[in-house]
């Protein structure tokens, strides 16, 4: 395949390196294209020119006398000849007009003898005798014109018949009109009735039908008023509903707020045993709080010395294990919040990259205002709008990579080695290059506001800036699953473990202080100073022990009732509010989108309540009564009426009285004289003569093209080095001549399409067809050449000559001797002018795929005798050769 290119890259470069070689290759391709723009031209619309064709007429007729009047039908033929302008008419006498016909000054002549007229008048006094008109054609002047002209005799011929019958119908029928005949105008219209009558009897059902549903409506009118008169009620309640909107979109306003509410009952339900735990724990200390009363008592034992600092220890104390309880209570509600927000911090990670993929959109419309800005056609400049809002949503991407480069920045201080400083450097230079954008973007809205075309430098520098942040965006968005991801995932990790472990610590703290009670309490046995404050917490004790005890007591009675509430609301909150959700979102969009079109159509549905429904009441009420009272008396004498008209219909009167008269006399006796009409159907239709031959034309310059090409242009290429195989060296000379030929076919088609202006159904096909026609042609002649040498050329012509009468592209095929139509399937001219022609008229694809693979079958057959049967042929070919060489003649 590199060889093939490299033979045929070669022969372009030594074409266009010498001027001749240009000018011979640029002749060679429009050469074929003024073959066949000259034809096409010369054959535009020759049967639009017909009045060239000259035909002398003469007329000797002397007339004859017809009822005391002088007819002349000869003049009168004369006459009418000179208002057609189809054929070139000229009246001479006889002598000359035979004379010019004998020169060849007239391609025909028409004789009228004397007695026309008497022959056709003839029938009258019942002397039936045909006249004639002499008609002379030369037939060595044309081939073409002896049949133009005897179709226009031919048209005279048929209009005299014509003519003269429809003469003598009339004469026959207006005698009959004359007789009192005149019933027969009046056919139409007794038909008409007789029909309507026929017609009327058979719908009578129907109309029944009909009258009985106008009955049904009149009785339900006061249903349908009481009903009507809702919707006025409706229209007056208008502005309460208006105001119910209202607290529709408020609703719709708070409802996330209420939505987030509920969510909390969701959580507290989750917290239910946490709940229960502590309020059994009350129960406990209240159930255990004789053991409180043991202790106070052991320390009034005890405190005998060291008042001053037991006392000082004895205060500090309850406050430090209430601050290392709170401490833990912290820790706990720490850590099952980090529990808690697990599943929402995991959703930071596709927020982020759902943002920058954000910022990679606002990055690309930059690229594309951008490339408008370059571009040359000032019409495409970008408008200060545009601009400024482009501005806008950039400062809005340097929001967004702010943001995300603090939370990376955290993150970063929970993973080992500092991962992420790479990344976070990378966004710290996106985020100043989009600022830098958002700079220079200034510059060009004031250029524009000023009117004046932006400076280069600053457009290229923004082209610069813009092209490095796409870059940016693409290479965080390609490395966001690999290096973010996981750095992230392991910092909310490492979080997650340090409140667990705060919590251990705490909890172990909080376990030491009981010895250090007890060390209190051994000291407090020395102490007899404090006896006086213990004795007086002694003293309180019955009231704290009354407070605790209400409290176990109420938690006891109202817990079981709040944990009941909290589960039969849950499950409402979770499966019934968010469809209520959507019912509210519904009904706000109807409320904004919907409700003015609503009332638009209510108040017309008013109007027509109060103003049209009375009187539609009153006419159904009308035709209700006329259905009662007159609707049975018309059915019966419809039906009266129609067993009248059967009855003169079975005794024929009027059908034997209609085959004597049938309507106008004029127009029936223009139909006797042409009984019958041709009605044309144009399938396919092309509008002149020389688009509908421009297929063989264009096929035939092809072919030309073809030839041309193996006559002037070289079949072997070279190979001085020995390196090209024989099948490279064939396919790399034949790509050249298939590129000379393509260009050929598209210089016929377009020249076609642009020059001449021939009608195409479907242009695109037609150049695409031509093009496959010229590769097919130039496979087989190259072929030729490279085969059989110089013989190859004489054998391209015949081929050519038998194309040119057996492929169908003037004459059909059928017209053509037997011999002809055999050969007609096995030329290329065949399926090359099919194909052209579908094109042309109108594609039927099934004809089109045949002849493509027909064509396509022509190139597989040149291609096996070159590549196969080449090597095989070349001995007998080359003593053929050297034979014709001898003559010292031939080539």
């Not at 007086?536 to 944990?563: C, M, N, Y």
Request: hydrophobic share 45%.
């Amino acid at each position: 395949m590199k060889n093939i290119w490299s033979i045929y890259k070669k022969d372009w470069l030594h074409i266009l390196r010498v001027p001749t070689g240009i000018f011979l290759i640029i002749a060679i391709i429009f050469i074929p294209g003024v073959y066949a723009w000259v034809n096409i031209k010369s054959v535009w619309d020759p049967y639009s020119n017909t009045q060239g064709i000259r035909i002398a007429v003469t007329s000797l007729d002397k007339g004859a006398l017809v009822q005391d009047k002088t007819i002349n039908i000869g003049n009168e033929l004369v006459t009418s000849l000179q208002n057609n302008k189809k054929l070139g008419w000229t009246f001479v006498d006889e002598e000359e007009a035979r004379t010019g016909v004998e020169q060849g000054d007239y391609y025909a002549s028409l004789l009228i003898p004397t007695d026309f007229s008497a022959k056709i008048t003839g029938i009258i006094e019942g002397k039936i005798d045909r006249p004639e008109v002499i008609y002379t054609v030369n037939e060595k002047v044309n081939a073409i014109a002896p049949k133009i002209t005897g179709s226009g005799v031919s048209a005279i011929t048929k209009q005299i018949n014509e003519g003269f019958t429809e003469a003598v119908s009339e004469a026959v029928l207006t005698k009959l009109k004359e007789a009192g005949v005149v019933i027969e105008a009046e056919l139409p219209t007794i038909r008409k009735v007789e029909n309507g009558i026929f017609n009327l009897e058979t719908h009578l059902p129907d109309i029944e039908a009909a009258g009985q549903k106008v009955l049904d409506i009149e009785r339900m009118l006061p249903e349908i008023n009481e009903k009507a008169h809702r919707i006025i009620e409706l229209q007056q309640k208008l502005p309460e509903i208006n105001k119910a909107a209202q607290y529709v979109l408020k609703l719709q306003q708070y409802w996330p707020r209420i939505s987030d509410a509920a969510g909390e009952v969701l959580l507290i339900q989750e917290k239910l045993p946490q709940i229960q735990q502590a309020a059994q724990r009350i129960q406990e200390v209240d159930a255990q709080f004789d053991r409180v009363c043991g202790v106070v008592e052991t320390a009034l034992d005890k405190t005998n010395t060291a008042l001053g600092i037991v006392t000082t220890a004895q205060e500090q104390l309850p406050k430090l294990e209430a601050l290392g309880g709170d401490a833990i209570a912290f820790a706990n509600r720490l850590n099952e919040f980090l529990v808690r927000s697990e599943e929402a911090l995991q959703t930071i990670s596709p927020t982020l990259q759902q943002n920058l993929l954000l910022v990679k959109q606002i990055a690309d419309a930059a690229e594309l205002l951008t490339a408008r800005l370059q571009g040359a056609d000032l019409s495409q400049l970008p408008t200060a709008a545009e601009i400024q809002a482009l501005s806008d949503r950039l400062s809005k991407a340097a929001g967004v990579i702010s943001s995300m480069t603090k939370v990376l920045q955290t993150m970063n201080n929970y993973v080992p080695d500092g991962q992420l400083n790479g990344m976070i450097e990378r966004l710290n230079g996106l985020s100043d290059k989009l600022n830098t954008q958002i700079k220079l973007l200034a510059i060009m809205k004031e250029a524009i506001i000023r009117g004046t075309v932006p400076a280069q430098e600053a457009v290229a520098r923004l082209h610069t800036v813009t092209g490095q942040v796409s870059r940016d965006i693409a290479y965080v968005l390609e490395h966001y699953d690999s290096d973010i991801v996981p750095a992230i995932s392991q910092g909310l990790h490492r979080l997650m473990e340090l409140g667990t472990a705060s919590t251990d610590v705490l909890q172990t703290a909080q376990s030491k202080l009981p010895d250090i009670a007890e060390l209190l309490r051994a000291a407090d046995e020395g102490l007899t100073f404090g006896q006086q404050e213990l004795t007086r917490i002694q003293g309180d004790l019955p009231e704290i022990r009354a407070r605790v005890h209400d409290i176990a007591t109420t938690l006891q009675s109202k817990t079981d009732a709040f944990v009941d509430a909290i589960n039969k609301a849950a499950p409402f909150i979770r499966h019934d509010l968010p469809a209520i959700g959507q019912k509210i979102d519904a009904a706000a969009a109807f409320v904004q989108n919907d409700l003015s079109e609503a009332e638009n159509e209510l108040a017309k549905l008013a109007d027509f309540v109060q103003t049209q429904l009375p009187g539609l009441a009153e006419n159904v009420k009308r035709v209700a009564g006329l259905v009662r009272d007159d609707l049975p008396q018309l059915e019966k004498a419809i039906r009266k009426a129609a067993d009248k008209l059967r009855e003169v219909k079975d005794d024929h009167s009027f059908a034997e009285l209609a085959k004597l008269l049938r309507g106008d006399i004029e127009k029936e006796s223009e139909f006797l004289a042409s009984p019958v009409r041709i009605k044309e159907n144009q399938l396919y239709a092309i509008p002149n003569y020389g688009s509908a031959m421009s297929p063989f034309y264009v096929v035939l310059s092809l072919w030309v093209g073809a030839t041309l090409l193996i006559s002037m242009l070289r079949s072997e290429a070279e190979n001085p080095t020995g390196s090209y195989r024989s099948y490279e060296l064939y396919l790399g000379r034949l790509g050249t001549f298939l590129t000379i030929g393509v260009l050929q076919a598209l210089c016929v088609t377009l020249g076609n399409l642009l020059i001449l202006g021939t009608y195409v159904a479907n242009k695109l096909w037609f150049v695409c067809f031509a093009m496959l026609v010229s590769i097919v042609f130039v496979t087989l002649m190259y072929m030729l050449l490279s085969v059989f040498g110089n013989a190859g050329k004489g054998i391209a012509i015949i081929f050519m000559v038998f194309q040119f009468s057996s492929s169908g592209g003037t004459f059909p095929i059928s017209m053509t001797p037997p011999f002809f139509q055999a050969l007609n399937p096995f030329m290329p001219f065949t399926y090359a002018i099919s194909l052209l022609r579908e094109a042309v008229g109108g594609v039927l694809w099934g004809t089109v795929l045949k002849d493509i693979l027909f064509l396509l079958g022509f190139i597989a057959i040149s291609l096996f005798i070159a590549l196969v049967l080449k090597r095989p042929l070349s001995g007998i070919i080359k003593r053929s050769s050297d034979n014709a060489k001898k003559t010292k003649i031939i080539a």
